[in-house]
């Protein structure tokens, strides 16, 4: 029997035909999605689910469809898709990562280009038969400055194109290598140095709690007089209000926005204001953009109801499904290693090296190397997966490699991840034992057993008595409760670590509480999706 698709969203008629030559039975009803209950009633016969943003996959969607086996978005956000649920049930959630960067960075040169010349006024105005010449005075493009902050897979199509506009570009990314930085042609910066130059600043980053208010008040207030801001990546990256009310006082020459804090945008601070062109976040909406992720999707999800291949899996890696029964605590402990490398490296990361050993070596080592490398690049870019994880590194000009060894230790198999900066090295170390539960079992080479746990403390120190007793102590008295700990050293009165599991996050507060008993070189607060 043919594999069962629905596609409950607006999609290509060409994308709908791909399906049927590919022999998949497919229903075609893009207003369903809106209908939460005739959605629910339908939902129990299909194998596969194509959407773009109007359908919410929710945990009882999912409850209802025992069928299902994959759920493809057309498009990369995944907002609107419940991917833990789905794991937990076994669907695969695909998105089309790369179909609108070129999209999105054109409309953001629009939208730059728009608020340089003042084009949405003056059409206003000269359609009301007003010829007011004199009134709108523009600047070129030509020579001046374009900071560009995020250059991944769309910023960099935007310091392409800025180039061939005779633009001199500068970037803040922190991980954007110097060579990565020569390829593109751009100047490598630190955030205080581009909103100092910049004329022109445009954003090209997630929203993460890291970017979240990237241009907040105070950044804002340190922009070049007279610089204008192009936003086409997410709302929530720019504090509106204050941007709104630098370009009332003058100190901001303009703003142009397609993406909002809050959406849909039927109000803002920047509604209204001289200068502020904006747009009800059209960055994806072209008509080859939106052509080629519903070609994609389908191509996708054929190939996997078919085959079972897998490509663009936000919750699976490429591999075989007899691979993935054998490697899921090893995809795993991957991304936890991954993930612990990448909270702990602050500076740009110019290389990363995988070692399997034993067992590990004999497994779909492109797969666990994607994992640590998705893990590593998570906490700047929170949409990464699997299978872009590689290409963003390549991007970025971060050079990975791999080595497989035999057996070489009391363990069966072990991984170990080892990232370098301009400044310093990095590395960990973990198996999985008998019971499928992954370890960490050495950290900046002292060996260590430690479970991993969703909320963790780290700190390094010299081995001195009192160490066990200051954690213990400023832990308490913030009522910060100790699950377990773990402790390592290299040797007696050298280096030593110690990893506290927690019951919730802890606050920086508390983490400046440890620091500031100058017992510590290092203190961090580590987050790991257990689930």
């Known amino acids: 029997m043919a594999p069962r698709v ?105 939208l730059m280009l728009a608020v ?6 003056a059409n206003a105005s000269t359609h009301a038969g007003r010829w007011e010449k004199s009134r709108f005075m523009g600047v070129e493009i030509t020579g001046k400055t374009l900071g560009v902050i995020g250059a991944g897979n769309i910023g960099s ?10 633009m001199k570009v500068i970037a803040y990314d922190p991980f954007l290598s110097e060579d990565r930085a020569l ?21 090209h980053v997630p929203l993460t709690e890291q970017t979240r208010n990237i241009l907040s008040a105070e950044a804002i207030a340190r922009l070049k007089p007279g610089a204008r801001v192009i936003n086409c990546a997410r709302g929530g990256l720019v504090d509106e209000a204050a941007l709104a009310e630098a370009i009332r006082e003058g100190r901001v020459a303009g703003a142009g926005f397609d993406v909002f804090a809050v959406e849909p945008a039927t109000d803002s601070p920047l509604f209204g204001l001289p200068n502020v ?17 519903a070609l994609q999707v389908a191509e996708q999800m054929s190939d996997f109801l078919l085959t079972g291949a897998v490509s663009n899996a936000l919750n699976m890696p490429s591999v075989t499904a ?43 080592t492109a797969a666990l190397g994607s994992a640590v490398i998705a893990g590593i690049m998570r906490r700047a870019n929170p949409d990464v997966n699997l299978v872009s994880a590689p290409v963003i590194a390549r991007e970025r000009g971060i050079h990975v490699s791999t080595t497989r060894q035999d057996q070489s230790g009391i363990f069966e198999g072990y991984i170990k991840v080892t990232v370098a900066t301009e400044l310093r090295e990095r590395s960990v170390a973990g198996t999985v034992f008998s019971d499928g539960k992954p370890r960490f079992i050495q950290i900046k080479g002292i060996n260590v057993d ?82």
């Open 116 to 121: 340089a010349r003042q084009i949405p006024e």
């Open 183 to 203: 390829e593109l042609g751009v100047e490598k910066v630190e955030l205080d140095a581009l909103l100092a130059r910049a004329d022109f600043v445009t954003l």
């Open 157 to 166: 199509v935007v310091c392409d194109r800025a180039r061939g506009l005779r």
């Open 322 to 364: 007899e691979e993935a029964r054998v490697m899921g605590p090893w995809i795993r402990l991957a991304g936890h290693l991954g993930n612990f490398v990448g909270q702990m490296t602050d500076e740009p990361i110019t290389g990363i090296n995988v070692l399997f050993d034993g067992v590990a070596a004999g497994m779909n």
């Open 277 to 293: 062109v904006v747009t009800p976040h059209l960055g994806a909406s072209t008509t080859e953009a939106q052509e080629n992720v």
């Open 450 to 531: 430690a479970e991993i746990g969703a909320h963790m403390v780290y700190t390094t120190n010299e081995d001195v008595p009192g160490i066990i007793g200051a954690l213990g102590q400023t832990m308490g008295a913030n009522g910060v409760n100790i699950a377990n700990f773990t402790l390592g050293r290299a040797e007696r009165g050298g280096e030593a670590i110690a990893i506290l599991y927690v019951d919730d996050p802890v606050p920086e507060a508390v983490l400046d509480q440890l620091r500031a008993t100058g017992l510590f070189q290092q203190v961090k607060a580590l987050r790991f999706d257990v689930g």
């Open 6 to 110: 629905l596609i409950s969203d607006e999609l290509s008629p060409a994308a709908v035909q791909i399906f049927r030559d590919r022999g998949v039975d497919v229903t075609y009803e893009p207003r369903l999605g809106r209908d939460k209950d005739a959605l629910l009633a339908a939902i129990p016969d299909y194998d596969g689910l194509a959407i773009r943003s109007a359908t919410k996959v929710t945990e009882k969607l999912l409850a209802a469809a025992p069928r299902l086996k994959v759920v493809g978005r057309a498009g990369i956000g995944v907002d609107n898709v419940d991917i833990p649920a789905a794991s937990r049930r076994g669907v695969i959630v695909m998105n089309t990562p790369f179909g609108n960067a070129i999209t999105t960075a054109e409309h953001a040169i629009a």
